[in-house]
Antibody, heavy 124, light 108 residues
Framework: EVQLVQSGAEVKKPGESLKISCKGSGYSFTTYWIGWVRQMPGKGLEWMGVIYPGDSDTRYSPSFQGQVTISADKAISTAYMHWSTLKASDSAMYYC?????????????????WGQGTLVTVSS | EIVLTQSPGTLSLSPGERATLSCRASQSVSSSFLAWYQQKPGQAPRLLFYGASSRATGIPDRFSGSGSGTDFTLTISRLEPEDFAVYYCQQYGSSLLTFGGGTKVEIK
C-alpha cells in the first residue's frame, strides 16, 4: 500500500527556521516525483514544487522559488520542505503528494497519493 | 500560467440530486491533461479523475468527468451523503501546475 506520512503540526515564531518531512512507503520512493502543495486557511490548493528523490532534481513554482527549499534523503525515503526564515504568511497546511507517473524526466502530472498534511502556524 | 476558474463557488443540493461542476481554463489544456480531486473537511485531497475522464481507482461510477480544450465538467449523477465536499480541478498540460479555486458542494 502506497503511503505518504508527514511530520506533525508545528508552531513557530516569525524569523525561525523549519523543516517538515514526508516519508514514503509501499512503492519505489526514488523513481516517482514528490510534490508539495500549500493550502492556506479556508483557501484552495497551490503547487509549490517537486523533487525527484533519485537524484534530488528539483523544480519550483515561480511563486515559491527562493521562499522554500525542497530536498530529499533517498536512503530513508523522505522528502523535506525547509524554510530558513518563517513569516506569519507561511501559516498554512502543507501537503506532500506523489506524482502519478514513474519517470525520471520532469513531466507535469497529477497527484495520485497524498500525505495527511502538516499544519504550520507562525505567530509571535 | 494557465488559470482555472471553477463555478459555481458553492452548490447547494439535496442527496439524490445531480451535481454539475465546471472548470474553465484560460487557455487550452493540452491532451486534456486535467484532473479532479475531492477534499473533505480535515482530510487531504483525493484523486477522482485524470485525463479529464479517466476515473481513479475506487471512485464510484456515479462520478463522471468530461470536457476538452478549455471547458471541463465533473458530474455526480446522484449525490450521496459522503459526496458533500470541496472539489478542485488541476491542469498538468503546462510545466506550471495550477489548481482551480474549488467548488463546495453543500447539503441544501
Amino acid at each position: 500500500e502506497v503511503q505518504l506520512v508527514q511530520s506533525g503540526a508545528e508552531v513557530k515564531k516569525p524569523g525561525e527556521s523549519l523543516k517538515i518531512s514526508c516519508k514514503g512507503s509501499g512503492y519505489s520512493f526514488t523513481t516517482y516525483w514528490i510534490g508539495w502543495v500549500r493550502q492556506m486557511p479556508g483557501k484552495g490548493l497551490e503547487w509549490m514544487g517537486v523533487i525527484y528523490p533519485g537524484d534530488s532534481d528539483t523544480r519550483y513554482s515561480p511563486s515559491f522559488q527562493g521562499q522554500v527549499t525542497i530536498s530529499a534523503d533517498k536512503a530513508i525515503s523522505t522528502a523535506y520542505m525547509h524554510w530558513s526564515t518563517l513569516k506569519a504568511s507561511d501559516s498554512a497546511m502543507y501537503y506532500c503528494a506523489r506524482l502519478g507517473l514513474e519517470r525520471r524526466r520532469w513531466d507535469p502530472y497529477y497527484f495520485d497519493y497524498w500525505g495527511q498534511g502538516t499544519l504550520v502556524t507562525v505567530s509571535s | 500560467e494557465i488559470v482555472l476558474t471553477q463555478s459555481p463557488g458553492t452548490l447547494s443540493l439535496s442527496p439524490g440530486e445531480r451535481a454539475t461542476l465546471s472548470c474553465r481554463a484560460s487557455q487550452s489544456v493540452s491532451s486534456s491533461f486535467l484532473a479532479w480531486y475531492q477534499q473533505k473537511p480535515g482530510q487531504a485531497p483525493r484523486l477522482l479523475f485524470y485525463g479529464a475522464s479517466s476515473r481513479a481507482t475506487g471512485i464510484p461510477d456515479r462520478f463522471s468527468g468530461s470536457g476538452s480544450g478549455t471547458d471541463f465538467t465533473l458530474t455526480i449523477s446522484r449525490l450521496e451523503p459522503e459526496d458533500f465536499a470541496v472539489y478542485y480541478c488541476q491542469q498538468y498540460g503546462s510545466s506550471l501546475l495550477t489548481f482551480g479555486g474549488g467548488t463546495k458542494v453543500e447539503i441544501k
